[in-house]
Every structure is written in structure tokens, then in C-alpha cells.
């Protein structure tokens, strides 16, 4: 049995995903193949797809009348369907029940008013779908050593796990980390088309562009060097990189260019919880 797995053994309970897309789907996928048995859990999603529907040969309950004892609810429902899903997450909800969300802009004063129990508040992105996720959680004060552990081995399923102690900086981790792939697939996006530009085929742009994005970001995950020191391995003095860097690094390039974009997305962010 897996770390993770042991850590959950004894909830005296089930664990109930509220919400079943793709990253309540990624979760749970994580949580089976670390070894937590799918008697454990339960999912509760009004359209499940065929392949979380599949699962309940192996024992996994969907939508059951009675979930019974509930130890850990996740909450992974899109923020706009919170407010109709809540009396019937509430049900389940005991006071001592640890509840853990992934939902964006939902602060933990709102998660415990309409749930109840102990709240663990999370922000995982979309790499969790390959294991190479990285969430941010925040706990409230009630929520015990022992839970916050349990909280820590179902979110790492889908990769690594930061804990913060203000939960008022979970507006710049979702505009860093929560929308941040999306800045990565557009730098791929359009890096091809600047290709095009310069006359290679679509095909070979976005090619070229795809694999330079991906391998760059994997030698990152694997190198123990800093990002601007893998930067400067690439950049020969008087180089063509350098000759593109001048352009990137210079006024309106990404660095204030980046910093606008995170400052919009946390504006938003803090809208989203009003």
C-alpha cells in the first residue's frame, strides 16, 4: 500500500467526490492507482461519463441513495453550480467531516457556511490530469494535524502540494499556477505562428513549437538549475537567442507583460468571491 493510501486507511469513512470532470476525474484516478480502494469512495455527479461509470465493477459507488458514513468530501463542481449543489454536499457534512475544494474563487468562510466541517481550501491546475499537477491549499484553523495530512495525501494523487497559511494569497496562486498552463499553451501557440511568419509550413511551425515548449519544460521539471540559469546556458553572447531576448526582455516584453497578466488574474480572482 502506498503512502497516500496508508494515510487514508483509517478515516473511518468514505471518501465522496462531489463532481467528476476532469480534474474531480484526474483526482480520482490518482487516488485508484495509489492503491485507495474503490469501496472507499464515492462519486456524486448527475452525468457521470462512461469511463467513471466503468469503474463501478470494481466497487466504486455512483450516486448512491444512502453514501453512508462520509469522512471526506471533495468538492470539484464548477464554482457557478456551488451554490444548487450545496444542500445536498450539506447533507453529507458532518461537523467533524474534513471538506476539501478545488473550487476557484470560493473562499473558506462561504465553503463553511453552505457545507459545514472542517475546511481545506485548493487550487490544483491542469497538469493534474498526467500526475504532474501542482495544487496550493489552505486550511482553516479547526482543521486538525491529522486531517490536514489526510488532505495533503488526496491532493498529491495528481502530483506536488504547497500549503500557505494566508488564505489571501490564493488569488495570486491561481493567477500564477491555476491559469498558468494556459500561458504556457499560448507561448506554444504563438511561438508556431511566429514561425509561419517566418516561412516555415504550419505544420513544421507548430511542431517545432509543441516540442520545443514541452521538452524545455520537462529538462526544467528534471534539471536541479535555476530557470535563468538554464536561460543563460542557451544564450551565446551576440547570438541569435540574445538577438530574441533583447526583444522579450526589453520594455513591454514578458517580464511586464507577465506581471500585467497575473495582476488581471487575481483582480479577477478576488471578484470571483465577492
Known amino acids: 500500500m502506498t503512502t497516500s493510501a496508508n494515510a487514508l486507511a483509517n478515516l473511518g469513512g468514505a471518501i465522496a467526490l462531489a463532481g467528476a470532470g476532469k480534474m474531480g476525474g484526474a483526482m480520482l484516478s490518482g487516488w485508484l492507482a495509489q492503491g485507495v480502494a474503490a469501496d472507499q469512495l464515492a462519486v456524486i455527479d448527475p452525468a457521470p461519463s462512461d469511463d467513471i461509470a466503468a469503474l463501478a465493477s470494481r466497487g466504486l459507488r455512483i450516486n448512491p441513495a444512502k453514501p453512508g458514513g462520509v469522512a471526506v468530501l471533495v468538492v470539484a463542481v464548477k464554482p457557478q453550480m456551488f451554490p444548487d449543489a450545496a444542500p445536498q454536499l450539506r447533507a453529507l457534512v458532518k461537523p467533524s467531516t474534513l471538506v476539501i475544494s478545488i473550487m476557484a474563487g470560493v473562499p473558506i468562510a462561504k465553503l463553511a457556511q453552505a457545507c459545514g466541517g472542517k475546511v481545506v481550501r485548493a487550487m490544483p491546475n491542469t497538469p493534474a490530469a498526467i500526475g ?143
Open 132 to 274: 504532474r499537477g501542482i495544487t496550493v491549499a489552505v486550511a482553516e484553523a479547526s482543521v486538525s494535524a491529522e486531517q490536514r495530512a489526510v488532505a495533503d495525501a488526496l491532493l498529491r494523487a495528481t502530483g506536488s502540494v504547497e500549503w500557505i497559511e494566508d488564505e489571501a494569497l490564493m488569488d495570486a496562486v491561481t493567477a500564477v499556477s491555476g491559469s498558468g498552463p494556459a500561458y504556457v499553451f499560448l507561448l506554444a501557440e504563438e511561438l508556431a505562428r511566429a514561425g509561419i511568419a517566418a516561412g516555415l509550413s504550419p505544420e513544421l511551425a507548430t511542431r517545432l513549437a509543441r516540442e520545443t515548449v514541452a521538452g524545455s519544460g520537462e529538462l526544467l521539471h528534471r534539471s536541479e538549475l535555476t530557470s535563468e540559469t538554464l536561460r543563460k546556458n542557451v544564450t551565446s553572447p551576440g547570438g541569435t537567442t540574445a538577438a530574441a531576448l533583447e526583444v522579450l526582455m526589453g520594455p513591454g516584453g514578458f517580464q511586464p507583460l507577465l506581471t500585467r497578466a497575473v495582476t488581471a488574474a487575481a483582480k479577477r480572482s478576488r471578484e470571483l468571491a465577492k
